[in-house]
């Protein structure tokens, strides 16, 4: 579990599925991720079990419950490489939550914690380049941008263009160990 000043970030559970179909259903949040909504509450059980059952520090997918005041706002997906010192980040955030910082607290939060107790050297971002929102977010913690690959996938009916970020452990403590500015 991972604290903030506002947050809270732990293994989800299956209380959390009711939240997490309705924001995963919302076609804004779907938008530029790689469900298609809705995500019926049946579905949404299968996928906070899952999750629950993952292991944050074994290679592959593990993804944080992102809970304010004891409701899930949103989460964030670490993908841990099987060298364990590379890593790349993801998240999702209810509508109603965005734009008042949760976001940028929490992924602060989960880098802190991948540079400093897990020894990961570099974390990767990408993101569709339509999604600015989500292209401030990391630039804001100190992510740059490494590459923009034009066409770079068929997604959602649609070609698009994507932006690649990287920020390594170096890079995160040279700017002050992540603060957002």
């Known amino acids: 579990m991972l604290r903030t000043e506002r947050l809270v970030l732990r293994r989800f559970s ?5 939240a997490l179909s309705a924001y995963r259903s919302d076609p804004e949040v779907a938008r530029y991720q790689s469900w298609e909504p809705p995500v019926p509450l049946s579905r949404a059980l299968l996928l906070a079990d899952e999750m629950g059952e993952a ?3 074994a290679p592959g997918w593990f993804q944080y419950a992102v809970v304010l005041d004891g409701e899930l706002v949103g989460d964030i997906g670490v993908h841990l490489h ?3 010192r590379n890593a790349d ?6 509508r109603a939550h965005q734009g008042k910082g949760y976001a940028t607290e929490a992924v602060a939060r989960v880098l802190e914690d991948l540079f400093t107790v897990r020894g990961v ?12 929102a989500s292209a401030k977010l990391v630039a ?3 992510f740059r ?7 770079a996938e068929w997604f959602k ?6 932006l690649v970020f990287r920020l390594s452990a170096r890079e995160w403590r040279r700017n002050g160990g992540g603060q957002a500015g």
Do not use: H, K, M
């Open 89 to 94: 980040i993801g998240y999702t955030f209810a």
């Open 82 to 84: 099987e060298d364990l």
């Open 14 to 18: 299956a209380e959390d599925a009711g």
């Open 55 to 57: 292991d944050p520090g």
């Open 157 to 162: 009916g649609e070609l698009i263009d994507s």
């Open 121 to 132: 050297e570099e974390v990767g971002a990408e993101c569709d380049s339509r999604n600015v």
């Open 145 to 151: 941008l490494v590459e923009r690959v034009e066409q």
């Open 140 to 142: 804001r913690l100190g």
